[in-house]
C-alpha cells in the first residue's frame, strides 16, 4: 500500500526512503543524459546525496521562504535539488531551457528569485535575460561549486503544507504566463491521489517502473509521476525528451510498467510500421489527448490501455478526473467521473448549470467547507487573476466539455485563450506580443488549428502596416518568433487577412477569429512553415 502523505514533499520522501532504502528510485538511460553510464539511484542513495545538498544549502544561508529556479533540464539531478531545498522549506521554479532570452528574462522580472542553479551551458542565455529584465540573480552550477551565499536571511519558522513548495509558470485561463503558487499540500496530495486511484491505474507497491518524457516544469512530471513514484517505493525513470525512433526499445530496456504520454506520442508511434507491438512490459499508459481515431487502434496494436485524464496546474488533483474504469468509452474523448470530493458543473457563460448532454464550460470545487482545498494557491502578485478564476465560488477552467445522463465527461473544446500544442500551453496574448514587433505587422491574432500529430498547432493571421503579404513575408515573420519564442511557439501557420473581427471597443473577438482562422487553414489560404519549426524541435 501506499504511504501516508507527510507534511511537505521532503517528509514524505524521508518516509519512503526509510521503508525502500534498497528499491530503485531514480533512472535515467545514458542516452537521456548524454553520459556514459546510465543515471540509478536508489531510494537510500538518493536520501543520502538529498542530505548532502541541503547541507550545502543551508551552510550557503538558503531556506524557509526563499525561491529558487531550477534549469537543470530533465536530468534526475532536478528531483534532488528539488527535495533538498524543500527539506529546507525553500520554494522551487522549475525552468525550461530552451525558453529564448526574452522569455526567460519574464520569468525573471516576475518570480522573485533569489539564486538560479542551471547547468553551465545555459549561463550565457542566463545573462543574457538579465540584461532584457534589468534585474541580477546569482547563477550556480548544480555541483553548487562557487554558489554564492543567499543575500537574504531565512524565514522564521518552518515550512509547513500550506506553504509555497513550488511555483510553475502557465498560461493559466486567460491571458500570459502566470506564477503558479502550489504549496505542500497540493503535491503530497497528487501523490496520494494517484498512488490511491485504482483501476486500470492500480500500482503495485515497491515494483512499478514509471517511465515519462514529459518535462519537469510541467504539473505531469514534478508532481504526478514523481510523487506517485515516491507514494509507491516505484522507480522513476526520467527521459529528456520523447524519442519515437527509439521508444520501445527504451521502454524494453528500462523495464516500464507505466509510462505517461501525451496526445502526439500515441499518434507518431501509430505511423512506424516497423515497430514491434509484442513482449511488450507496460500495464498501462497515463495521459490525455489521444486522437479518438488512434485510441483504440493503439490499444489493439501495443497491448496496453490509454487511461485519459482531466486536470490543469490550478487543480492539481483537487479536480483530477480520470476515465480509469470500464465503460471508458475509448475513442470518443472521454475523459471519466468526476470523484467524490471533487464539485464539476458544465455551465453557460454566466455559469449557469447546463443539461446534460449540453456543451458548456467546465467548472469545479472542491466539496465541503474550503471549495480551494488542495488547488494552487494563487497567481504570484495577480490578486486580480485568481479572482477572475475563482468567479462566482467555482474555478473556471477555460474547457469545453459535456457530461452524459451516467457523468462521464468528454472533452469538446477550448475556450480560452490557449493553444495545446503538443502539450505545452501557448498563450495567444504571447504570441501575438512578439508577432506585433515585426515591423511589416499592423495588427494580428493567434489561434490554434487541429494537427494530426500535435493536436494542435499555431496559427497567426497578420494584418500588415501596407502592402500584400507573401511566402517569403510569412517565412520572415515567422522566422522573427523564432528568434524570440522557444521554437513551439512560433506561428506553423501564417494567413494574411484585409481586417481582423473586433468589437465596438477594438477588443478581438476570439470566437469569429478562430471561425476564420479555421477556414482559411482547411481551404489551403495559409502559408504553412512548420518545417521551420521542425529543424529546431526538442519535443514533438
Known amino acids: ?114 539564486l538560479v542553479v542551471s547547468w553551465p551551458k545555459h549561463f550565457g542565455g542566463f545573462g543574457t535575460a538579465q540584461g532584457i529584465a534589468l534585474c541580477f540573480v546569482p547563477l550556480a552550477p548544480a555541483s553548487l561549486d562557487g554558489c554564492p551565499a ?3 536571511p531565512v524565514r522564521d519558522g518552518r515550512a509547513g503544507a500550506d506553504d509555497e513548495a513550488a511555483m510553475l509558470f502557465t498560461s ?27 483501476g486500470y491505474c492500480a500500482f503495485r507497491e515497491g515494483e512499478d517502473r514509471i517511465l515519462t518524457p514529459l518535462p519537469v516544469n510541467h504539473m505531469n512530471a514534478i508532481a504526478c509521476s514523481f510523487m506517485a513514484a515516491i507514494m509507491t517505493g516505484s522507480c522513476l525513470i526520467q527521459l529528456d525528451r520523447f524519442h519515437a525512433s527509439r521508444w520501445w526499445r527504451t521502454v524494453r530496456e528500462t523495464r516500464a510498467s507505466v509510462i505517461h504520454y501525451l496526445g502526439v506520442m500515441p499518434a507518431i508511434l501509430l ?66 467521473k468526476a470523484p467524490a470530493h471533487l464539485e464539476a458543473r458544465v455551465a453557460d457563460d454566466k455559469g449557469n448549470a447546463l443539461a446534460d448532454g449540453e456543451a458548456g464550460e467546465l467548472l469545479v470545487r472542491a466539496r465541503g467547507d474550503d471549495p480551494r482545498l488542495h488547488f494552487f494557491t494563487a497567481y504570484y502578485k495577480d490578486a486580480a487573476a485568481t479572482d477572475e478564476a475563482w468567479a462566482g465560488g467555482w474555478f473556471h477552467t477555460g474547457d469545453v466539455v459535456r457530461r452524459d445522463d451516467e457523468g462521464n465527461f468528454y472533452f469538446v473544446d477550448r475556450n480560452k485563450n490557449i493553444v495545446r500544442r503538443s502539450g505545452e500551453n501557448i498563450a495567444a496574448v504571447e504570441v501575438e506580443g512578439v508577432l506585433m514587433q515585426h515591423p511589416a505587422v499592423a495588427a494580428c491574432a493567434v489561434l490554434p488549428v487541429e494537427d494530426e500529430l500535435r493536436g494542435e498547432e499555431v496559427m497567426a493571421l497578420v494584418l500588415l502596416a501596407e502592402g500584400a503579404g507573401d511566402a517569403t513575408l510569412a517565412a520572415d515573420i515567422v522566422n522573427h518568433c523564432l528568434d524570440r519564442l522557444a521554437y513551439f511557439k512560433a506561428p506553423g501557420y501564417v494567413a494574411f487577412v484585409d481586417q481582423l473581427p473586433t468589437t465596438a ?19 489551403g489560404n495559409a502559408h504553412d512553415l512548420r518545417t521551420r519549426k521542425r529543424g529546431l524541435r526538442a519535443v514533438g
Open 505 to 523: 471597443s477594438q477588443k478581438l473577438q476570439r470566437g469569429e477569429i478562430r471561425t476564420l482562422g479555421r477556414a482559411l487553414h482547411a481551404t
Open 150 to 152: 543567499a543575500s537574504r
Open 271 to 336: 505511423q512506424r510500421a516497423e515497430d514491434e507491438a509484442s513482449g511488450l512490459p507496460v500495464r498501462f499508459g497515463f495521459g490525455a489527448g489521444v486522437d479518438p481515431r488512434h485510441h483504440a487502434a493503439f490499444e489493439t496494436r501495443f497491448g496496453f490501455p490509454l487511461i485519459e485524464a482531466w486536470a490543469m496546474t490550478e487543480t492539481g488533483a483537487a479536480a483530477w478526473i480520470t476515465a480509469n474504469r470500464e465503460p471508458r468509452h475509448v475513442g470518443t474523448r472521454c475523459f471519466g
Open 172 to 198: 493559466g485561463t486567460t491571458g500570459r504566463p502566470k506564477g503558479c503558487v502550489l504549496s505542500n499540500a497540493y503535491f503530497t496530495w497528487i501523490g496520494d491521489f494517484y498512488a490511491n486511484l485504482g
Open 1 to 114: 500500500m501506499a504511504i501516508e502523505a507527510k507534511d511537505s514533499i521532503y517528509s514524505t520522501f524521508a518516509a519512503a526512503a526509510a521503508r525502500w532504502g534498497d528499491r530503485p528510485f531514480l533512472h535515467a538511460p545514458a542516452d537521456a543524459i548524454g553520459t556514459p553510464e546510465a543515471f540509478d539511484r536508489d531510494f537510500g542513495d538518493a536520501a543520502e546525496e538529498v542530505e548532502a545538498l541541503r547541507r550545502r544549502y543551508e551552510i550557503l544561508g538558503y531556506g524557509f521562504g526563499h525561491r529558487i529556479g531550477l534549469a537543470l533540464d530533465n536530468h534526475p539531478q532536478f528531483f534532488l535539488h528539488l527535495l533538498a531545498l524543500n527539506a529546507l522549506g525553500a520554494s522551487v521554479v522549475p525552468i525550461n531551457s530552451a525558453m529564448r532570452a526574452e522569455e526567460l528574462a519574464a520569468i525573471l522580472g516576475m518570480a522573485d528569485l533569489d
